[in-house]
């Protein structure tokens, strides 16, 4: 079975600041890599998504994680924050077997931003 | 469009009790998961549909636990016999087809007393 480990369960930045949220995982397959983000009081949305090719990626809002096979990772990155990005992040690897399909989560990362 | 409902937001019983939580997936949208997240943790899977059936199921932690899906769209899990352990956040999402991007409901809060 697959699993997930974010290093951090708290980060707290000032705004303006470089942030990096950890992210490993454990796979012996074909790996496809997530991250979702959980603002306050709302549910989990797809931040950005890695299924193959090129291994940076890139969200719409500034995030970016970069797959790196070597070291089991796929860390989130964003070279500076606002307010608005306080939420908890949540780094995920598909499992895919005998035609299922099932999200493994870590426990998560809230990041806190301080004006 | 409309994206993934689930009703009721939050749901109070008494141990012992049976409860159902109902997701209504995106329109057209074949696939659909159950995830289950405890306080301080990330989501767990529970249950996968491939249309009306239960493609995977081995998420559900025991008996008490059983979800339908008869028409292919809408959900309901349900849960026989509640217990205090029970209580979490229920997630439901649904995608396009098997292997596409999952998309989460805002979820459903079950508190056990």
């Known amino acids: 079975a697959q699993s997930v480990t974010q290093l951090d369960s708290q980060v707290p930045v000032f705004e303006e600041a470089p942030v990096e949220l950890r992210c490993n995982y454990s796979?012996?397959?074909?790996?496809?890599l997530f991250w979702y983000v959980q603002y306050p009081n709302q549910g989990l949305q797809l931040l950005l998504k890695?299924?193959?090719?090129?291994?940076l990626v890139e969200s719409i809002n500034g995030f970016e994680a970069e797959f790196n096979k070597s070291q089991t990772s796929f860390h989130l990155r964003k070279p500076s924050v606002h307010i608005s990005d306080t939420a908890e992040y949540f780094c995920?690897?598909?499992?895919?077997?005998?035609?299922?399909?099932?999200?493994?989560f870590g426990k998560g990362t809230k990041l806190t931003v301080n004006p | 469009g409309a994206g993934v409902s689930q009703t009721p937001s939050n749901k109070v019983t008494e141990k012992g009790k049976y409860v159902e939580l109902r997701c209504d997936p995106i329109?057209?949208?074949?696939?659909l998961y159950w995830y289950r997240q405890s306080l301080g943790q990330g989501p767990e899977f529970l249950i996968y549909?491939?249309?009306?059936?239960?493609?995977?199921d081995s998420g559900l932690p025991n008996d008490r636990f059983f979800a339908v899906r008869p028409e292919g769209s809408v959900s309901t899990l349900k849960i026989q016999r509640t217990e205090r352990g029970d209580s979490a956040m229920y997630l439901c999402?649904?995608?396009?087809?098997?292997?596409?991007?999952?998309?989460f409901g805002p979820g459903t809060r079950l508190t056990v007393l």
């Open positions: 999402a649904s995608s396009l087809t098997y292997l596409d991007t999952q998309y």
């Open positions: 796979s012996s397959v074909s790996v496809y």
């Open positions: 890695y299924l193959s090719g090129s291994t």
């Open positions: 995920a690897v598909s499992e895919r077997q005998g035609g299922s399909e099932k999200l493994v």
């Open positions: 329109s057209g949208h074949t696939a």
């Open positions: 549909f491939q249309g009306t059936g239960a493609a995977d």
